[in-house]
């Protein structure tokens, strides 16, 4: 894995589902401001998910607008159909789920060879097993600790020993990011098996980007381990 495509860790990627779009520059500049080292884009097509949220287009947009790295989460079906168009854009993460492609080996390598990194994500219903195979194919394992598709929900409780068993699978070299219910009253309960929390509400919901990212990072450091 490329050191430029791996932030300082732990590291808060605010979920740009929650930011302002009608002031989405302005939304860049505060977060830039903030000591956010990556975005969060949650990308969602109304089929594998209930919603729609944005596409290639707006993240190219996004990108440039700014030198951070862009994680990009596709919660959407047949991901291989719109794959290149996200790598043109210039997302440097990106997330495929393993509820929408069982066989995603070719993909993963597709992105690895692109210069990218590389990620999975499960959602809460989804065994761990289900990606043990992947174990050499990824850079990352994004756990869902909230149902896909919505901002705003609860923390899933269940979530704490699905990233403690991926970290044991997966081992210290591959990040593992959590995206649901996150902010500074669940950071600690997984922060010893987490390096990336995806934090909506508890960034944008804030007067101040920077005091909330920075109350985050430093309880998630508080509470991690080494290979953090």
């Known amino acids: 894995m490329s050191s430029e495509l791996r932030p300082k860790c732990p590291a808060i990627a605010p979920s740009m589902l ?3 779009f009608g002031d ?23 089929h594998f998910v209930p919603n729609l949220s944005y596409g290639p287009m707006v993240i190219e947009r996004i ?11 596709l919660m959407i079906s047949a991901p291989e ?3 290149d168009e996200y790598l043109r854009v210039g997302c440097d993460w990106i997330t495929i789920h393993i ?3 069982p066989k995603p080996v070719h993909l993963l390598e597709k992105i690895r060879d ?7 994500a499960i959602n809460p219903g989804t065994s761990v097993s ?18 896909p598709g919505f901002g705003g929900q609860s923390f899933i409780p269940d979530s704490v020993e699905k990233v403690k068993e991926v970290r044991k699978m997966f081992g210290a070299d591959t990040l593992v990011s959590i995206d649901g219910g996150i902010g500074p009253a669940t950071i600690p309960e997984v922060a010893r098996d987490v390096n990336i929390f995806v934090a909506g ?27 953090n």
């Open 99 to 101: 509820e929408a492609v």
């Open 24 to 46: 989405l520059q302005i939304e860049i500049k505060k977060l830039e401001a903030a000591g956010a080292s990556l975005l969060h884009l949650d990308v969602m097509d109304g």
């Open 18 to 20: 929650k930011c302002d």
């Open 63 to 73: 990108r440039e607008r700014t030198d951070l790295i862009l994680d990009a989460h």
């Open 114 to 120: 692109a210069g990218r990194l590389a990620g999975i």
């Open 201 to 227: 509400s508890s960034i944008f919901d804030k007067p101040d980007y920077e005091t909330a990212i920075h109350e985050m990072t430093e309880i998630a450091r508080s509470n991690s381990s080494p290979h």
């Open 130 to 147: 289900a990606i043990a195979a992947l174990k050499e194919k990824v850079d990352l394992v994004l756990v869902m600790s909230v149902e």
């Open 81 to 83: 159909k719109y794959l």
